[in-house]
């Protein structure tokens, strides 16, 4: 079985592909990021008249996208106890990780129920944001 998930809860993709893709008991989710499913603008983005990024809040970022993560899961038939594997990725690792890290905590506070994880830190993604995650969940029991 292999079906494909898009919702409007969450934003539309910045490329040809679906927001996830159901195989089995298995789901896997696009990279999703912080972009607001509404208005497509990214939280915590500061610009210039001329629309240069100035700043940006790696927090409201990082709420953002846990906030479309579970919109993609719950058209999915899913939630939060459904990940298993979580792959980050932060465009400054030395300023943003633990900020991002305590955000983490705030989601999954209890290190034996949460997903696993990888953080890895990279040069840049597609749109101006400084996280983006990448997301396997099951969607049966995991005990």
């Known amino acids: ?18 927001h996830a893709r159901r195989v089995g008991d ?26 240069t990024l100035l700043s ?3 927090v409201a970022q990082c709420h953002s996208v846990f906030a479309n993560v579970r919109a993609v899961l719950e058209a999915s038939g899913a939630d939060w ?3 298993v594997d979580v792959t980050v990725y ?4 030395a300023r943003d990780f633990k900020a991002y890290n305590a955000v983490w905590a705030e989601y999954f506070p209890d290190p034996a129920r949460a997903p696993c994880r990888t953080t890895l830190g990279i040069t840049a993604l597609p ?17």
């Not at 079906?3 to 679906?18: C, E, L, S, W």
């Not at 932060?90 to 690792?93: G, H, I, K, N, Q």
């Open 1 to 18: 079985m292999r079906d494909v998930i898009q919702t409007g809860k969450a934003p539309h993709a910045v490329g040809h592909y679906p």
């Open 26 to 51: 298995l789901l896997f989710l696009s990279g999703i990021g912080p972009r607001s499913a509404s208005d497509n603008h990214i939280p915590g983005n500061v610009h210039d008249t001329d629309g």
């Open 56 to 58: 940006y809040d790696i």
């Open 81 to 83: 106890n459904s990940l």
């Open 90 to 93: 932060l465009t400054d690792m």
């Open 127 to 143: 749109t101006p944001i400084a996280i983006e995650l990448k997301c396997v969940a099951v969607l049966t029991s995991i005990g």
